[in-house]
């Protein structure tokens, strides 16, 4: 059809130009003819168009970059290469349809302002405001306190981002990696030391280098070790002698090379906290029995446990014709074990144990006391527990873990079936202990029939400040508690009503290990001696800084399910022994169990110190009471000014947070272009893109071709002035 038209236009078209010449002679009639032609061919497009491919629009929202950029002092040097990756980046969002947000390191960090960079914490504290989105950090690594991020950490949460480290490594340095110094030592034993050196260039000859540590500025180790040829990096570890009891503040020093420029890396400061070899427990069973057997068999099977041990094995109404000397194995020594020797225990047993019969009310007092001071307490009933005397008038129901009205009842032989306990949500986080045993609710359920328990209550227990672990099912399938978890005071306390749990160790026909026994004892052992993983609050970071005037800047984050009850008119605060109002402090709240505090502090005193103890103590009915505390080095930060490159900062943020590492090199730029590709678009919003075909009949207009017809339009003005006047 649109040839039709083309052949009917030009045959038009000559049959005008014809008319013109008739008129106006053959010159005249082509000239007007060429130049009328020229700007009257767009119509001929008509019946020619073009099909132009259009994208629909779609619903979606443009991907959030986030960026850090240190901005530090030592970063201006470097200002011509973050300018290259600023340019990079906005081109590459341009392409792919992403924003990207900029934070700088001195908005986070008020003391970059002053010529210090603290950038690990600064790092810390952003990567936590956001969480779940893509991240890029631009940095020469340039740490004021020579911190190196732990490879073992993981903050990614499922995101991804890029550590882009601009500058170089600076030749023939030499640092310390992979540094995992012990927390803790025992008194009779050496502290092993384990790192990793690495330098910036290939050893071209063994060398041989010498280790020092020092506490309080004198040398207290010397090590030499060889770096073998041809290597970058060489694990090595030796120990320590041992240390004395207490806390001591010890400084790892790499002495530096010849050739060394930079000695950012040689020198870790740590505390270690020398405790005694063995932990004591005090174990007082009410009579010999299986149960209290398989018990004291595994204290004594623990090398770490100092056990305490007195069996009762006749009542005071015993009729005797003899002098007591001559009865009496070992004289049960009550007042001198209740009134000078009980702080000397960690934990105190009571098995099937009857506290009227064998301990004065002051005695009980003193127990009582050891507990909500700190002390750990396991009480296990029995035939002899629990007496109508007992629960009647003891100190020991200040911390019971039933109500005072109502009270578990004396034994009975009565059976029951193993079950595991449902606590709250809250209550299990308080008491880890139930985490552990949890996993071992299959093996509860094949147990047979046990017998012999004390009967109370689910509605009776202190909901407020225990958490439930076992339940004994009746036949009629009623639950009981069997196994609670408190926390009186300062202190912890497991109670478990029953002596039959003896059996799970031979119970092996039942499909049952034996060492079921074994790891529900060493669980719970864990959790009264505070020693679980999982502990109700902890530091995960301290950082104490030394600032002028005697000033000491302090930097805390603190975690674990005790957090989610802060309240400030029953928590304290306490640095270098002295005692400040949480008013002085800083909060901020990232999640339930996740806190950080900050402030500064005028503590003039240990100005000149080289550590001191930061404590942090609390109060809630959910948990008891409970001290946090650990003694930390003082750092001296250095001036930004004297930071070399450091891009082994920027590979370990890289590893710890699951991103990708950019070195400084050109390679770095087809990472980056990669990464913008597949993270800057919003994939899981936006479709995938839409089009249609449609006829552009004007696309003469949209074409170079425009240009001859405007042209040729003037022609138009000679045609009517000059051809046909």
Request: some cysteine.
């Amino acid at each position: 059809m649109a040839s039709v038209f083309c052949v009917l236009y030009i045959v038009f078209w000559l049959l005008i130009v014809g008319t013109w010449i008739q008129q106006y002679g053959f010159r005249k009639g082509v000239t007007a003819g060429l130049l009328r032609a020229g700007w009257t061919m767009p119509f001929l497009t008509l019946w020619f168009p073009h099909v132009r491919t259009e994208a629909l629009p779609v619903a979606g929202k443009s991907t959030i970059l986030h960026v850090l950029l240190d901005d530090s002092d030592s970063m201006k040097i470097h200002k011509d290469e973050v300018k290259i990756w600023q340019d990079r980046l906005t081109t590459s969002c341009e392409k792919v349809g992403c924003q990207w947000v900029l934070h700088q390191l001195s908005h986070l960090e008020p003391d970059v302002k002053f010529g210090i960079t603290p950038l690990y914490r600064g790092w810390k504290k952003w990567k936590k405001n956001i969480t779940g989105q893509p991240w890029i950090f631009v940095s020469d690594g340039g740490d004021s306190f020579s911190q190196v991020p732990t490879v073992h950490t993981d903050e990614g949460n499922g995101t991804t981002g890029l550590a882009i480290s601009v500058g170089g490594v600076p030749k023939n340095a030499l640092w310390i990696d992979g540094w995992e110094p012990p927390s803790l030592s025992f008194d009779s034993q050496g502290v092993p030391l384990s790192f990793q050196l690495k330098r910036s260039e290939v050893a071209e000859k063994a060398e041989t280098l010498q280790i020092h540590v020092l506490e309080s500025g004198k040398i207290i180790q010397t090590q030499n070790i060889q770096f073998p040829q041809g290597a970058k990096e060489q694990r090595f570890g030796f120990d320590l002698p041992a240390l004395i009891k207490g806390t001591h503040f010890l400084t790892f020093r790499v002495l530096p090379q010849k050739d060394q420029h930079f000695l950012w890396g040689n020198e870790r400061t740590f505390s270690v906290e020398t405790m005694p070899n063995t932990l004591g427990i005090l174990h007082l069973l009410g009579a010999p029995s299986w149960d209290g057997r398989f018990l004291r068999r595994y204290f004594k099977a623990e090398p770490k446990f100092d056990l305490v041990n007195f069996f009762i094995l006749r009542d005071p109404w015993d009729e005797q014709e003899v002098q007591e000397r001559n009865i009496s194995l070992v004289q049960f020594p009550v007042e001198k074990l209740f009134t000078k020797e009980l702080h000397n225990f960690r934990l105190i047993v009571m098995q099937n144990f009857s506290l009227s019969q064998f301990l004065d009310p002051q005695y009980q007092e003193n127990l009582v006391r050891f507990v909500q001071e700190g002390g750990s307490l396991l009480f296990i009933g029995g035939p002899r527990s629990l007496t109508q005397a007992d629960l009647a008038h003891s100190p020991l129901r200040k911390i019971f873990p039933f109500s005072i009205e109502a009270a578990p009842s004396p034994y009975e032989p009565q059976s029951f079936r193993l079950r595991l306990a449902a606590p709250t949500v809250e209550q299990r986080a308080l008491a880890s202990v139930y985490e552990e045993w949890a996993p071992q609710a299959p093996y509860f359920s094949r147990i047979d029939t046990l017998v012999g328990l004390h009967r109370g209550k689910q509605s009776y227990l202190q909901s407020e400040a225990v958490t439930p672990l076992l339940d004994a099912e009746l036949p009629s399938g009623e639950r009981l508690p069997l196994a609670v978890a408190s926390y009186p005071g300062k202190g912890r306390a497991l109670w478990v009503f029953s002596d039959s749990l003896w059996r799970l160790a031979l119970a092996k026909s039942q499909g049952i290990p034996r060492s079921l026994y074994q790891d529900m004892w060493d669980k719970s052992m864990q959790w009264l001696l505070r020693q679980e993983l999982q502990q109700p609050l902890s530091f995960q970071t301290i950082e104490v800084e030394k600032r002028p005037q005697g000033h000491l800047h302090v930097h805390a984050e603190l975690y674990g399910p005790a957090v989610r009850y802060w309240d400030d008119k029953r928590w304290t605060f306490s640095l270098c022994g002295e005692t400040y109002p949480l008013e002085m402090l800083s909060l901020h709240r990232y999640s339930a169990g996740d806190l950080s505090l900050e402030g500064d502090f005028p503590v003039t005193g240990a100005s000149l110190a080289s550590g001191c103890k930061i404590r942090l103590r609390g109060e809630n009915e959910k948990f008891g009471s409970l001290v946090v505390e650990r003694m930390v080095p003082i750092l001296t930060p250095d001036p930004d000014r004297d930071l070399p490159d450091n891009p082994e900062f920027m590979q370990k943020i890289a590893k710890q947070s699951r991103g990708i590492f950019i070195p400084s090199t050109q390679e770095g730029k087809v990472i980056f272009e990669k990464w913008i590709l597949n993270h800057g678009s919003d994939r899981s919003v936006l479709p995938a893109i839409k089009s249609r075909s449609l006829q552009e009949v004007y696309w003469f207009f949209h074409s170079p071709w425009i240009w001859l017809v405007l042209l040729f339009s003037f022609g138009e003005i000679v045609v009517r002035r000059y051809v046909f006047s």
